[in-house]
């Protein structure tokens, strides 16, 4: 009997240290025991790795510390004993605490410890960090997130141009078009078929970039010319938007080792943003200085401005600055992001900066100087670029002109009477003296949205009865779920099918 008893407590003192060796040997994880008032009676090596403290420091102490003081406040660690006793485990994923007072994702398990005779003695925890993990998984989901909306807002952008096109091509290919419907035609067609290219441009070369494909041609250049076939490739925008630009090129720059036409295109991308993003008649402002042994491009304006989080965003893949639905400024996302990749493969730095929304921005680009050799000559431009089918009222409201305008030629020729407004308030004011039969409505107008005005024009006595036909670059099933919820009788995307749109229009039908 005192054998069988002497060999079964060797037994169980071979088993502690068995599972003592298991234990100091999970160095990957934190593994520590508690009495049942939760303070600690041991502690492993992955938890004074994981942790900081050493089991001489921690032994003894309540294991709650490692709790965030929100989740001590609310409860968690009670919660999570309660559990243990009850169901056997507690699973405890959340953010804990470490003894320098960072936090880490833990992932593990608590389970209570019982005597041989199955009374609760206290608990064991097992846990491990999964930051790292979580960390690629919200990146993973932000990357995802931020491709889906570039693909939707891709669709967008390339209807409206296409509607554009489409309009002008069915004006200019009627017989009895003047010669003023079809040289507008033309101008509209070339007009936006240059924005489809440079659309399809940046998609390229993001993707060419992204591949090590592209292949920069350097050579000692000067700035100052550069930055001015950069201001000649982007004037039409300017000039369409009425903006003041001041160019200001300091004497004494020196040369840069550069691609000219990619550093034309950084240069381009930077005027172009500025335009989009400032509201017509702004101020734009490029300066082109030497700096600590390079050269430094700025370019500023006085438009929407950034908020703190998009200044350290706004060069990412598919950022957008202009999230709302009427997408005025329209882009891509791109465009910053070739900027960034270009200027990164000449060896230069660009950063971004903003006094908050609605005080403009200011992009800054610098390249490393080659040589102190004999200054370009200075240069200082200062300059402001400034059918048979019965007869129906029809209200088009579109804030892209070229697409209002097309459509409503269109219209007119085949004998509707057509009037035209761009934004909520002046279509408010033409349907209560035109009283439209019909109302073709794009849904992303600037301020007021299409769903919004559609919404408030059927409580105008004058437009109650109208039909509602949303014409949008937004096509997808649930967009046209909620035209249908905002009570749009039709919901056509954008390039519309203009046989298609007549047949609607005689129809008459709601």
């Given at each position: 009997?005192v054998?069988?008893?002497a060999?079964?407590d060797?037994?169980?003192?071979?088993?502690?240290?068995?599972f003592?060796?298991i234990v100091e040997?999970?160095?990957?994880?934190?593994i520590?025991?508690?009495?049942?008032e939760?303070?600690?009676?041991?502690?492993?090596?992955g938890?004074?790795r994981?942790?900081?403290w050493s089991?001489a420091?921690?032994?003894?102490?309540?294991a709650?510390v490692?709790?965030t003081?929100?989740?001590?406040?609310?409860?968690?660690a009670d919660k999570e004993?309660n559990k243990a006793?009850?169901q056997?485990?507690?699973?405890n994923l959340r953010?804990?605490?470490?003894?320098?007072?960072?936090?880490?994702?833990?992932?593990?398990?608590?389970?209570p410890?019982?005597?041989d005779?199955?009374n609760?003695?206290g608990?064991?925890?097992?846990?491990?960090d999964?930051?790292a993990?979580?960390?690629a998984e919200?990146?993973?989901?932000?990357?995802?997130r931020?491709?889906?909306?570039f693909l939707a807002?891709?669709?967008?952008?390339?209807?409206?141009?296409l509607?554009?096109?489409?309009?002008a091509?069915?004006?200019?290919?009627r017989?009895?078009?003047?010669a003023?419907?079809?040289?507008?035609?033309?101008e509209?067609i070339?007009r936006q078929?240059?924005?489809?290219?440079?659309?399809?441009?940046?998609?390229?070369d993001?993707?060419?970039i992204?591949r090590?494909?592209?292949?920069?041609k350097?050579?000692p250049?000067?700035?100052?010319?550069?930055v001015?076939?950069?201001?000649?490739?982007?004037?039409p925008l300017?000039?369409?938007?009425?903006?003041?630009l001041?160019v200001?090129?300091?004497?004494?720059?020196?040369r840069?080792n550069?691609?000219p036409?990619?550093?034309e295109?950084?240069?381009?991308?930077?005027?172009v943003?500025?335009?989009?993003?400032?509201d017509?008649g702004?101020?734009?402002?490029v300066?082109?200085?030497?700096?600590?042994?390079?050269v430094v491009i700025?370019?500023?304006?006085?438009?929407?401005g950034l908020?703190?989080e998009?200044?350290?965003?706004?060069f990412e893949?598919f950022?957008?600055?202009?999230k709302?639905l009427?997408?005025?400024?329209?882009?891509?996302g791109?465009?910053?992001?070739?900027?960034?990749k270009l200027?990164e493969m000449?060896?230069?730095?660009?950063?971004?900066s903003?006094?908050?929304?609605?005080?403009?921005?200011?992009?800054?680009?610098?390249l490393?100087?080659?040589?102190?050799?004999?200054p370009s000559k200075?240069e200082r431009?200062?300059s402001?670029?400034?059918s048979?089918?019965?007869?129906r009222?029809?209200l088009?409201?579109?804030?892209?002109?070229?697409s209002a305008?097309?459509l409503?030629?269109?219209?007119?020729l085949?004998?509707?009477e057509v009037?035209?407004?761009?934004?909520?308030?002046?279509?408010i004011?033409i349907?209560?003296?035109?009283?439209?039969e019909?109302?073709?409505?794009d849904i992303?107008l600037?301020?007021?949205?299409?769903y919004?005005?559609?919404?408030?024009?059927?409580?105008?006595e004058?437009?109650r009865?109208?039909?509602?036909i949303?014409?949008?670059?937004?096509?997808?099933?649930q967009?046209?779920?909620?035209s249908?919820?905002?009570?749009?009788?039709?919901?056509?995307?954008?390039?519309?099918?203009?046989?298609?749109?007549?047949?609607?229009i005689?129809?008459?039908r709601?």
């Open positions: 009997m054998d069988d008893r060999q079964a060797e037994s169980q003192r071979e088993r502690a240290e068995l003592r060796f040997s999970a160095e990957d994880y934190a520590f025991t508690t009495d049942i939760r303070r600690v009676t041991s502690w492993n090596v938890a004074e994981l942790m900081g089991e420091e921690f032994t003894g102490q309540s709650d490692i709790f003081p929100e989740d001590r406040e609310a409860g968690q004993a006793l009850a056997g485990r507690a699973d953010w804990h605490m470490k003894k320098d007072g960072s936090r880490f994702w833990g992932d593990g398990v608590m389970r410890l019982k005597d005779a199955g609760t003695r608990f064991v925890k097992i846990f491990r999964r930051t993990e979580l960390q919200e990146a993973r989901k932000e990357a995802d931020r491709k889906d909306e807002m891709l669709s967008h952008e390339l209807r409206n141009p509607s554009a096109i489409a309009s091509s069915q004006l200019s290919l017989v009895d078009a003047d003023e419907t079809i040289a507008w035609s033309k509209v070339a078929v240059q924005n489809l290219s440079h659309m399809i441009a940046d998609l390229l993001i993707s060419r992204n090590g494909k592209i292949h920069l350097k050579e250049t000067h700035v100052g010319p550069v001015t076939r950069a201001v000649e490739a982007s004037a300017i000039q369409e938007k009425n903006h003041e001041n200001s090129i300091s004497t004494g720059l020196s840069v550069a691609d036409t990619r550093l295109q950084i240069i381009t991308n930077l005027l943003n500025a335009a989009k993003y400032s017509p702004g101020t734009i402002i300066t082109a200085q030497p700096e600590d042994g390079g700025k370019v500023k304006d006085n438009g929407i908020s703190p998009m200044l350290t965003e706004v893949m950022s957008q600055v202009d709302s009427d997408r005025t400024r329209g882009g891509l791109i465009g910053l992001s070739v900027v960034k200027v000449h060896g230069g730095t660009v950063w971004a903003s006094e908050g929304l609605g005080k403009g921005s200011e992009f800054a680009v610098r490393p100087a080659i040589t102190e050799s004999k200075g431009n200062r402001t670029l400034n048979g089918s019965p007869s009222r029809i088009v409201v579109d804030d892209n002109v070229d305008i097309g409503a030629r269109l219209l007119r085949v004998g509707h009037e035209i407004a761009h934004e909520g308030t002046a279509a004011e349907a209560d003296v035109f009283r439209p019909m109302v073709l409505l992303g600037p301020g007021m949205s299409g919004d005005l559609a919404s408030e024009l059927r409580t105008h004058s437009s009865e109208s039909v509602f949303a014409v949008s670059g937004y096509g997808q099933e967009d046209r779920e909620r249908r919820i905002a009570g749009f009788d039709h919901h056509l995307a954008k390039p519309v099918d203009f046989d298609a749109l007549i047949e609607l005689s129809s008459g709601h």
